[in-house]
């Protein structure tokens, strides 16, 4: 089994709609992370939580807002999608010790039309 | 300045060759580097850490320079699966991805 995973796979909605993307995880790592990413501009940072009672906004969170519910489970959320939010996007987790190296979920391909 | 950068390529290379990727980075404040691996429309994996001494995983050899502030990647005898796009990465108070750089290996 997977050690990150993520739901749905793919998804396709309407301009306005709400939207999650839910991500587990098995490793026991305390961190988690939200990317997209979108061609020519590499993976990008939404939000970030160092556990379950941390979250922190990365390089582009708005339009978006997380949720750990878990030290397993960290939830992200489109309040109202528009198009420019069609991208892939990846759940991560790293541990705190040693080298932070980030271990990603198969992503979620989101279409906004 | 970008905080990190890569030549996006592609490197088209044949079968057997070998090849370097850099990634220069502008934070010299960066405490750990990372090189990873990631397939079309695939998760990045993490393919190797960079440490400050080199370390070599069988034909694979990533190196850091922190006076130049870059890591090189070099791939010996490239096989047609190490077609990929190579991210590199770099930590802060977190972690920051390159756009990656493209990897072409044909017959």
């Known amino acids: 089994d997977a050690d990150v995973t993520q739901t749905p796979r793919n998804r396709i909605t309407k301009t306005g709609k709400r939207i999650m993307l839910e991500c587990s995880q098995t490793?026991?790592?305390?961190?988690m992370y939200w990317y997209r990413q979108d061609p020519g501009l590499g993976l990008r940072l939404i939000y970030y939580?160092?556990?379950?009672?941390?979250?922190n906004k990365g390089e582009i969170s708005d339009g978006y807002s997380v949720s750990r519910q878990a030290q397993a489970k960290f939830s992200l959320s489109l309040e109202s999608a528009i198009p420019n939010q069609t991208a892939l996007y990846f759940c991560?987790?790293?541990?705190?010790?040693?080298?932070?190296?980030?271990?990603f979920g198969p992503g979620t391909r989101l279409t906004v039309t | 300045r970008k905080e990190v950068e890569q030549d996006p390529g592609p490197f088209n290379v044949p079968e057997g060759a070998t090849v370097a990727f850099n990634c220069t980075y502008s934070?010299?404040?960066?405490?750990?580097f990372f090189w990873y691996r990631q397939d079309c429309r695939k998760e990045p994996k993490l393919l190797m850490s960079?440490?400050?001494s080199g370390n070599e995983d069988g034909r694979f050899t990533a190196q850091l320079n922190r006076a130049s502030q870059y890591i090189s990647l070099l791939i010996r005898d490239s096989k047609l699966s190490d077609s990929a796009t190579y991210l590199c990465?770099?930590?802060?108070?977190?972690?920051?991805f390159g756009t990656g750089t493209r990897l072409q290996v044909f017959p």
């Open positions: 990465a770099l930590y802060t108070d977190k972690l920051i």
């Open positions: 939580s160092f556990d379950v009672k941390d979250i």
């Open positions: 991560a987790t790293s541990d705190n010790q040693g080298y932070y190296e980030q271990y």
């Open positions: 490793k026991g790592h305390d961190r």
């Open positions: 960079v440490y400050s």
């Open positions: 934070n010299s404040a960066s405490q750990s």
